[in-house]
T-cell receptor, first 109, second 114 residues
């Protein structure tokens, strides 16, 4: 079966750095996506990785290792508005997105 | 504003009612999706349309019936739903179904079945 694993909940302090991990087992691989979803709102696209390595986009970075079936999302200089759920999703060989259950990130002052 | 609009935002219905959810995208995308989101569960893909043709139907009960009259509009017709169908229903669109095109989501319809 296909499976995406990520922690259910994480807590971090404003101004700090947090790393959210995602491991996956899927039928084929056509890229990995990270989305942010605030409570009661639409998921919004953060990043896409299809090759190994680190992609940096402002305060957010995403890393991929295809051989390990592993990705992480790194958030720097945390702000209160970063409190949200972060969803990891892998596109399989049929171009279908397989989703993790999301990691709820709580930022404390 | 994501470019994907869903109506209604909230819907309460009885098990014998018939209702429809509407989705409209203003992004010129060619693929549209219906997802079900339940608390603490992964997003479940229900239906995919590419160029107005249905390409995926992930074992969804027949009480859910999709319709895609054109590339900008997507409907989900509901009838004789069950309490376990209460969830957030999300519509999304992407430029194409293949490749690294991100999906853009609407704010969803919060559905409650009495």
């Amino acid at each position: 079966g296909q499976n995406i694993d990520q922690p259910t909940e994480m807590t971090a302090t404003e101004g700090a750095i947090v790393q959210i991990n995602c491991t996956y087992q899927t039928s084929g691989f056509n890229g990995l996506f990270w989305y942010q979803q605030h409570a009661g709102e639409a998921p919004t696209f953060l990043s896409y990785n299809v090759l190994d390595g680190l992609e940096e986009k402002g305060r957010f970075s995403s890393f991929l290792s295809r051989s390990k079936g592993y990705s992480y999302l790194l958030l720097k200089e945390l702000q209160m508005k970063d409190s949200a759920s972060y969803l990891c999703a892998v596109m399989d060989s049929n171009y279908q997105l397989i989703w993790g259950a999301g990691t709820k990130l709580i930022i404390k002052p | 504003e994501t470019g994907v609009t869903q109506t209604p935002r909230h819907l309460v219905m009885g098990m014998t009612n018939k209702k429809s959810l509407k989705c409209e995208q203003h992004l010129g995308h060619n693929a549209m999706y219906w997802y079900k989101q339940s608390a603490k569960k992964p997003l479940e893909l229900m239906f995919v349309y590419s160029l107005e043709e249905r390409v995926e139907n992930n074992s969804v009960p027949s009480r859910f019936s999709p319709e895609c009259p054109n590339s900008s509009h997507l409907f989900l017709h509901l009838h004789t739903l069950q309490p376990e169908d209460s969830a957030l229903y999300l519509c999304a669109s992407s430029q194409t179904r293949e490749g690294g095109q991100p999906q853009h989501f609407g704010d969803g319809t919060r559905l409650s079945i009495l």
